[in-house]
């Protein structure tokens, strides 16, 4: 595919910024007829769905964070020359063309695209139905923008397809797709492994832990666990389970603080047989795939554990690979914790809530990467391309 200048692309960008400014009235209207068809029996999904003059003004600041980026694409990785004579370098490149499939979240539809346009990627985008009009009308200003700059709409395109069409495309796609980011929940992400045909990159899915260790200091435990849960329940950086380590100073009274804390702000506390000893009035696990759910909701799992290894290994059993914290002032149990802890982010007295592109210094984000290839955490700019040798030689034959 032919490389963009990226004189062009941040003139698209200039476009694209002014158009969203000028049409907030349109955007605002469309997004109405959504929610106006929207069942509210999902209340994470209905947040995500709202566009305001306030969303739509970070919008406008997304697109203008990734235009502030040096160009990803066509940098050295790495030079060489060989005894032969051979000159090898090792260069970033496009992946081609990126589908995303996501739901119910509009301004996914501008950082999806801005952040695949600026590294000269083709975008598809595969919207949920509930964001139609939503996502339409921000997908014809793209097309805008790309006109006035002497670009083809096809660089951005929205795919308005059902599930059957959607799984057709899937193994059969009507052009190469090089690379498919399902951000959504566990059955969104088992969908498209089981039907694509290229490669995935697994995003979206949280369950996030906090551990309070026997150090801990309680006060700032308290403080990171109400943001970590009632902060944006619609979140994937959202906590859904709290393990307490029973060697906590006044271990009983603690736990009851915390219910109570976690009560009064509306959060439905569910409860392992030990903290139940204590918490009588707590709703008892009774399914234990409840662990491995990501709630998006005002509720959250409360556990105790004996000690910082029986932490580690049921984080390690149950959580999606997203975010995991440690509350301690112990430097030497934090540090095995975050090692020993598979996710992509891990934290010692902070909010899962950090995990984002944006509040780790990345900017604008693709989605945060689950898997372990080709990258993990937060997918930014510089994360959306792959590499290609460029090898120079004078007629060398390998004999």
């Not at 397809?161 to 566990?186: A, C, H, S, Y």
Request: aromatic share 6%; hydrophobic share 40%; proline share 2%.
């Amino acid at each position: 595919m032919k490389l963009l200048t990226t004189d062009k692309i941040n003139n698209v960008l200039d476009s694209m910024m002014r158009l969203l400014d000028q049409n907030r009235e349109s955007i605002i209207e469309a997004n109405k007829k959504d929610l106006s068809l929207f069942q509210k029996e999902d209340q994470a999904m209905f947040d995500r769905l709202i566009v305001t003059n306030t969303k739509i003004d970070g919008m406008i600041q997304s697109i203008r964070e990734v235009q502030s980026q040096e160009d990803p694409v066509n940098k050295p990785i790495s030079t060489k020359v060989l005894d032969n004579g051979l000159e090898i370098t090792n260069k970033t490149a496009p992946f081609g063309t990126i589908m995303i499939i996501y739901e119910s979240r509009p301004d996914v539809t501008i950082e999806a695209a801005v952040l695949a346009f600026k590294a000269s990627n083709k975008i598809l985008l595969k919207g949920g139905k509930e964001a139609l009009h939503s996502n339409t009308i921000l997908t014809q200003l793209w097309h805008q923008a790309l006109e006035e700059n002497g670009l083809p709409k096809d660089y951005i395109q929205l795919m308005t397809l059902n599930r059957q069409e959607t799984q057709e495309f899937l193994k059969n796609p009507t052009e190469k797709l090089d690379l498919i980011v399902p951000r959504g929940g566990e059955r969104l992400i088992n969908f498209v492994k089981e039907h694509a045909n290229c490669a995935v990159l697994v995003s979206g899915r949280g369950n996030n832990f906090l551990y309070v260790d026997a150090t801990a200091d309680w006060e700032k435990s308290i403080k990171v666990i109400m943001n970590a849960k009632t902060d944006k329940i619609s979140a994937c950086n959202a906590l859904d389970k709290i393990l307490v380590n029973q060697k906590i100073d006044n271990y009983e009274q603690k736990l009851t603080e915390l219910y109570n804390l976690l009560s009064y702000k509306g959060v439905e506390t569910w409860v392992d047989k030990t903290v139940g000893k204590t918490l009588t009035s707590a709703k008892p696990i009774t399914d234990e795939s409840m662990w491995k759910e990501e709630f998006l909701a005002m509720k959250c799992c409360l556990a105790a554990v004996d000690s910082l290894t029986e932490a580690v290994s049921k984080i390690n059993e149950h959580s999606g690979g997203h975010s995991a914290t440690i509350m301690t002032n112990d430097k030497g149990s934090a540090m095995r914790f975050m090692e020993e802890v598979d996710c992509a982010a891990v934290y010692q007295n902070a909010s899962t809530r950090f995990t984002d592109g944006g509040q780790m210094g990345v900017g604008a984000e693709l989605a945060i990467s689950t898997d372990k290839l080709h990258h993990r955490g937060p997918l930014g700019l510089e994360q959306l391309v792959t590499n290609k040798y460029y090898v120079f030689g004078d007629g060398q034959i390998r004999e």
